[in-house]
């Protein structure tokens, strides 16, 4: 599905990733863990072409994305939920899920995807008049996701969703995300909460300045000692 082969990345003269190789196959979850800083939201934006590569190679189902715009790579597939949600908080909740379908492939299947993003989050259908920027933190959590899957996407990046939430919200969150993988989308999600994640991906990768300095199954990320207390803070 996605493969990420000796990525170098930054923003202007500032390098921010060396050499970052990982995989998520179709159908999978997989986990970036990392301390703040480490470069996991470059990587997401390098993969969705916010934060173009400097070198190496980032391909989906064996296309070199290369060069590719942000929306061409969101027509291929990949669709991002962002650190902080960005929603549009000055907009009701029906018109922040439908910029989401705005690729003309989602766009023939608009109707469709909100009646299916409406029933995996039924609150968001009781509050489609809403003005996004009313809604609780959790609320505002489904809304983008619920924004991202209106794109048909067949691999999701998530940055950080758990990032400000109640515990019992995150459960509920990461119920959906293990959902939405049993129905086939590949998932690469970027958490500080290295227990959560873990939990939920098969496998997962451990990122810190920049580097890959772990990588493994979640049962083995979870047993390795030096990880744990170095990384994982357990």
């Known amino acids: 599905m996605l493969e990420v082969h000796d990525l170098t990345a930054g923003y202007g003269k500032a390098q921010v990733l060396w050499d970052v190789s990982l995989t998520v196959g179709a159908g999978e979850i997989v986990t970036l863990l990392g301390p703040n800083g480490a470069g996991k939201t470059t990587l997401v934006n390098a993969i969705a072409g916010i934060a173009p590569p400097w070198s190496g190679r980032v391909s989906l189902e064996g296309t070199d994305l290369g060069s590719t715009r942000p929306h061409k790579i969101s027509e291929a597939g990949v669709a991002v939920v962002p650190e902080g949600r960005r929603i549009f908080p000055d907009m009701n909740v029906a018109d922040n899920l439908d910029i ?135």
Do not use: C, H, W
């Open 100 to 234: 989401g379908a705005y690729n003309p492939r989602a766009r023939e299947r608009r109707d469709d995807s909100l009646e299916r993003v409406l029933t995996i989050f039924p609150r968001l259908g009781e509050r489609k008049r809403q003005l996004a920027g009313s809604l609780s933190g959790g609320e505002q959590q489904m809304l983008a996701i619920g924004r991202a899957l209106m794109a048909e996407p067949s691999l999701l990046l998530l940055d950080e969703p758990s990032l400000g939430l109640a515990p019992i919200i995150v459960e509920n969150i990461f119920a959906i995300l293990r959902r939405l993988n049993e129905e086939g989308l590949s998932i690469l999600v970027v958490e500080q909460n290295a227990v959560e994640a873990l939990d939920l991906a098969s496998r997962g990768y451990v990122l810190e300045e920049g580097r890959v300095v772990g990588e493994g199954s979640s049962a083995e990320l979870l047993a390795d000692e030096r990880l744990r207390q170095a990384y994982l803070g357990l």
